[in-house]
């Protein structure tokens, strides 16, 4: 059973368009929602992270939306970049469970000049 | 990679035949955790281990084993390996759980199981 559903599963967007990921996850626990990055041949790497206690965290060009009552949260990527193009994983954990994560299935994020 | 290395990266063997992957750490971080990935399916989570000797299963632990003798070594094992294993397989590490606790990822180690 998959505990954080991810979607789309791919993703094309224009040079300076906004790039849109969601997730909705099931267990109410989850207190911790990160967003990871990852390059081909690469390893995930952080992007940004959010607790529930907040609806709202930029960085940068960074936006995560978080809404508890419906129990999603989403990444926009403002002003998108060829750079950009990489895949995206959002995931959830419970803080005091030994910072286990579960992860969404992932999106593929293209990016056109 | 934040000090994390794995080993081997890349590795082909035949069914029914043992297969153990290594992580090193020098960050000298308490959490270990070993993931696999595949198209569709995220990264999951095989086991993880919150300290030498301390181990725990993780959702998708059937089939593994690990063993963490000293602090910077994490090793995943395959007693009997299965095509079903095929994946990349990786590493991560984590520091005791923070405000915002990170994990660290691997390289990766791509395993084709024949």
Redesign the interface.
Known sequence: QQQ?K?SP?SLIVQKGGISIINCAYENTAFD?F?W?QQFP??????LI?I?PDVSEKKEGRFTISFNKSAKQFSLHIMDSQPGDSATY?C?A?I??A?????????TRLMVKP | DAGITQSPRHKVTETGTPVTLRCHQTENHRYMYWYRQDPGHGLRLIHYSYGVKDTDKGEVSDGYSVSRSKTEDFLLTLESATSSQTSVYFCAISETPTWLPEQFFGPGTRLTVL
């Open positions: 954080v991810q599963q911790y990160p990871y041949g690469k390893g995930p790497a952080l992270a607790r994983f995931a954990s803080g005091n030994g910072n286990m994560l579960t992860f969404g299935g992932g």
